[in-house]
């Protein structure tokens, strides 16, 4: 009885190591993404600057859409753009995370993790843990930057952090869709090939335009595009407050998202495992 005690108790204490190193590995990787996301500012800076610019630009193109009939109710039309562009905001910033992951596998290094005694889950955690520090800080950059101009957020401090909340999540969601395309196929041309993709399937969301405003095709794709759901989730609390309602779909919808891309993910993290 006693033996079966201390090899429970060594199998425990065992149990309790390991996932504390797995822990401590998994944030030394996500230390490293971060830092080396912001060590290049060429990667960093166009993310942030081209979907200001392109939000600018849309208001001042489309600032009168906002008396056609079905178009919600708002401030102005750069408070309805502004779940738009936090999402095309963070579509730049998970490529580029997604794409370093991949340079990762083409230099060597994603192979000397493996070699090393390192945990396999948190090798991809860590990675996506900058892409989604670097989307939670893209949203609050947008947000406030946006916000004198007339993208006026209706939920108040409340709704800005449950907004940054989600654009951290959207974040995870696609650098793990993203990610899964690096670990598939060790390219980092391929990872950024898909942006072109992800850009239509922007310009066929409701981003820019409420669904209630289109028609035909257009319509229909909209209404299947995930990414409307993303931005509606987001834009929510923008325009209708701080309510249950509103904060449910912000958050809930891309936590949603991000467990299935998550498991995408580590499905084709076992698969290139098995290939070694």
């Known amino acids: 009885m006693i033996d079966v005690a201390l090899a429970q108790k060594s199998g425990g204490d065992l149990a309790e190591h390991s996932l504390s190193l797995s822990m401590r590995q998994t944030f030394a990787l996500a230390k490293r993404s971060t830092l080396e996301l912001f060590r290049q500012p060429a990667l960093v800076v166009p993310s942030m600057l081209f979907p200001l610019f ?14 056609l009939p079905g178009f919600p109710k708002v401030d102005s039309y750069l408070q309805f753009q502004l779940a738009g562009t936090i999402t095309q905001g963070v579509l730049f910033g998970s490529v580029t995370g997604a794409a370093a992951l991949a340079t990762d596998i083409q230099n060597g290094f994603f192979d000397r ?62 650098g793990a869709l993203m990610s899964s395309v690096a670990l598939k196929t ?18 066929f969301s409701s981003a820019f335009f409420p669904r209630e405003t289109m028609s035909g095709a257009y319509q229909t794709i ?14 929510a609390l ?24 998550l498991g995408i993910a580590n499905s084709q993290l076992r698969s290139r495992l098995r290939k070694h």
């Open 54 to 67: 392109f939000a600018m630009l849309g208001n001042s193109s489309f600032g009168r859409t906002t008396s």
């Open 113 to 174: 993790l493996l070699a090393a005694p390192t945990s396999r889950t948190g090798i991809l955690l860590g990675r996506l843990a900058g892409s989604t520090l670097f989307g939670a800080l893209q949203t609050a950059v947008f947000v406030f930057v946006l916000m004198p101009f007339g993208a006026s957020v209706s939920a108040g401090i409340p709704g800005v952090l449950a907004m940054i909340v989600s654009g951290a999540l959207i974040s995870l969601a696609v």
């Open 186 to 203: 060790g390219s980092a041309e391929a990872v950024q090939g898909t942006f072109p993709l992800l850009f239509i399937l922007l310009f």
């Open 222 to 235: 909209a209404g299947l595009n995930p990414i409307s759901y993303l931005v509606e989730g987001l834009r």
């Open 238 to 261: 923008s325009l209708e407050g701080f309510t249950a309602s509103a904060t449910a779909r912000a958050i809930l919808v891309p936590l949603a998202i991000a467990i299935v891309a």
